[in-house]
Every structure is written in C-alpha cells, then in structure tokens.
C-alpha cells in the first residue's frame, strides 16, 4: 500500500473522528411530563420521537427522558395521533419541557373498555412501531471495486445506535404486556384462592420474568408454579398476619 493511500485514510479518520466529536457536542438531554387535556394527569404510553431516529416512552406518570440531537426535531404520538414537531434549539433544556395532548383521560381505551385482546393489541403496538422493529443496519456497501464501507451509514451510527436503543424499550414494553397478560389477577385468584391484599403482594413479588415464561413447555407447568408458590406465599402471609 502507498504512502499516499495510507495518508488519505489517515486523513478520512481524522474527518471521522472530528464529525463525531462535533456530533456529541451538539448532544442535549430534554426531559418533562406528557399531560391529558385538563394538564391533571400524566399519559403513560406516549411515544416521544425524534426526527434523528431516536425515541422513548412515557412511564406511568407521564415522565419522559430523551437525548437527542439540536438540529433534530421533537414530536408526541399517542394511538396514532401525532402532534406538531418541536425544534429542540428552540426548547429550554433547563426547564421540563410539558406537553398537553387534546385528549380526554375519561375516553382513553383500555383493553378492559374496548375488549381488545393481547394479540390485537400487540399488533397494533407493532404496527405504530414498524420502523423502529424492522430497522437494520448494514454498513456494507457494494460498489465497482467490491464490497467497501458505506461512509454515509458510518457517520451515520449514532442514528443506528439511538434506534436500537429505542427498540430495545419497545420490546421490553412489550413483553411487560405479555407477562401481564398471561400472570392476570382472575388467573392467579382463582388458582391460589387468595384475596386483596395478599392478592395484591402476590402478585407483585411472585410476577414471573418473561425468560421465566418463556421457559415453561407448558400451562400446566406454569399454573403449577402459580398454585406451588401460592400455597407457599398463603401459608408465610397467615403466619406473619396472625401475629399482628
């Protein structure tokens, strides 16, 4: 390899190098809570985008966090319903930036209100985030000499990294939802016999991973281990509640 060849790659990492670092400089943090029409409640389940690529989710206070970009813009998406994009250079980032969405808390659909199932449900959460679940990278690039990097996707990788970032949340949403979805309080009421208020500490010390789930074979085995840790649960909470 000549001199000459190794001082434009020499050259072009440097390029690399400083459009990254400029990157990172133009980095903010924007932060703040997504409100229902009367500004009383927090929305949880708002998605927060950015039109760099990134994204979040509102808890269930309606708090948000997200890093993005100053030439990026910002942007709230609540049941395929998309407000107005917001500059970032135009947000004060030492201030919580609050958004009220025209939506009234009495009206928003739940799965008890609409009788959605799961599997509705998830497909519609897939289809809103289509994009963010169907992105890839792919840094290589074909062209007359073979296969070479493809610069504009490498200067790019920030975006690539944010959106991962993003999907890894969804997911992790999504498979909350699975877990709440097959470890329900009927279920678990009906198998364990139990009551409000040990119900309600069963049901939150004794929620299973979804890895845990997914290791079942069965029902069988996953109602058993409901009904053995159950009986366990029952018997300690009698105990420790009949000395009081």
Do not use: C
């Amino acid at each position: 390899m000549s001199i000459s060849i190794l001082h434009k790659q020499f050259v072009l990492l440097i390029l690399l190098i400083a459009i990254r670092s400029l990157a990172f400089a133009q980095v903010v943090q924007v932060k703040g809570t997504v409100y229902e029409r009367t500004e009383r409640y927090g929305m949880a389940g708002v998605s927060v985008m950015s039109t760099g690529g990134g994204g979040a989710v509102t808890d269930s206070m309606g708090h948000y966090t997200i890093r993005l970009n100053l030439k990026d813009s910002l942007s709230f998406s609540y049941q395929g319903k998309v407000t107005m994009k917001f500059p970032v250079k135009e947000i004060n980032i030492n201030r919580p930036f609050d958004v009220g969405l025209h939506i009234d808390i009495k009206v928003l659909p739940t799965v008890e209100v609409q009788q959605k199932s799961y599997k509705q449900d998830s497909a519609e959460f897939r289809q809103e985030y289509r994009k963010v679940f169907d992105y890839s990278r792919e840094y290589l690039a074909t062209g007359m000499g073979g296969v070479g990097v493809n610069l504009d996707l490498l200067l790019s990788w920030r975006k690539a990294k944010r959106m991962e970032h993003f999907r890894d949340q969804l997911i992790a949403i999504e498979q909350d939802k699975y877990i709440t979805h097959r470890f329900n309080m009927p279920l678990v009421r009906r198998l364990t016999g139990l009551e409000s208020p040990a119900l309600d500490t069963f049901m939150v010390e004794y929620r299973p991973t979804y890895d845990m789930l997914m290791d079942f074979e069965n029902e069988y085995q996953f109602y058993e281990y409901i009904k053995g840790w159950g009986a366990y649960f029952a018997s300690k909470w009698k105990k420790e509640h009949s000395q009081l």
